[in-house]
């Protein structure tokens, strides 16, 4: 009787242990947090927003860079104390010359990450400084171009970006402008037709 009773007992519990194990959720092994999170690319948009960014603060950045060349600084030392004021697109470019030429990189050599990481418009700015670091060109033209340079930049995008206003202006011009018209021109006809329809 006692072992009948305990044969019953080990097979309602391997039953149970079975039904058990046959609902039991299989578990997801997750990855760790470090391959989760995977760095995405930039979009589109970001990477032409930052284009522009760049384009708006790189002239400021050579006109600084011009004024300290011309208070007396050599060009290297120049980046490196122009670097904390300029526009946050660009400061990380000028601030990885600098921290190239603190590990003993050659200026010249230094300067090519400006062109790679900000794109052409800084190639003007690299190509002449390297210039005058290799080869020992005098820095007082190669400043007047540089200024130069920034100042018909700077004007260039001020003639865009005026170009651009009536085509940025004709959406909201015409939100604002077609209702008023109804409003002042449409509805009173309108209202003084219905009122000689019910006389």
């Known amino acids: ?15 149970a242990t079975a039904l058990a194990l046959r609902h039991e959720r299989p578990r997801v092994v997750r990855p760790t947090t470090a391959h989760a999170r995977t760095p995405r690319a930039p979009s589109r948009r970001a990477v032409r927003a930052h284009r522009r960014a760049t384009d708006r603060a790189f002239p400021d950045a050579v006109e ?3 004024l300290a060349v011309r208070a007396g600084y050599l060009p290297a030392a120049a ?3 122009v670097t904390p004021h300029l526009a946050t697109p660009i400061r990380a470019a000028f601030d990885e010359v600098s921290a190239r030429c603190a ?10 990450s400006l062109p ?5 418009i800084a190639a003007p700015l690299a190509d002449s400084f390297a210039a005058a670091d290799r080869y020992g060109q005098p820095l007082a033209p190669v400043l007047e171009r540089l200024a130069d340079e ?13 170009r651009q206003l009536p085509v940025r202006m004709s959406l909201p011009l015409v939100l604002c402008t077609l209702p008023s018209f109804v409003l002042l021109a449409v509805v009173p006809l309108l209202l003084a037709a219905l009122s000689s329809l019910h006389r």
Do not use: C, K, P, Y
């Open 116 to 120: 790679r990481r900000l794109g052409a």
């Open 150 to 162: 920034a100042r018909q930049h700077r004007r260039r995008q001020a003639d865009t970006l005026a």
């Open 79 to 81: 980046i490196a104390v």
């Open 103 to 112: 590990n003993g990189e050659r200026f010249a050599d230094a300067l090519g």
């Open 1 to 15: 009787m006692i072992t009948a009773l305990s044969a019953v007992a080990a097979q309602v519990a391997l039953l």
């Open 64 to 66: 600084l860079v011009v």
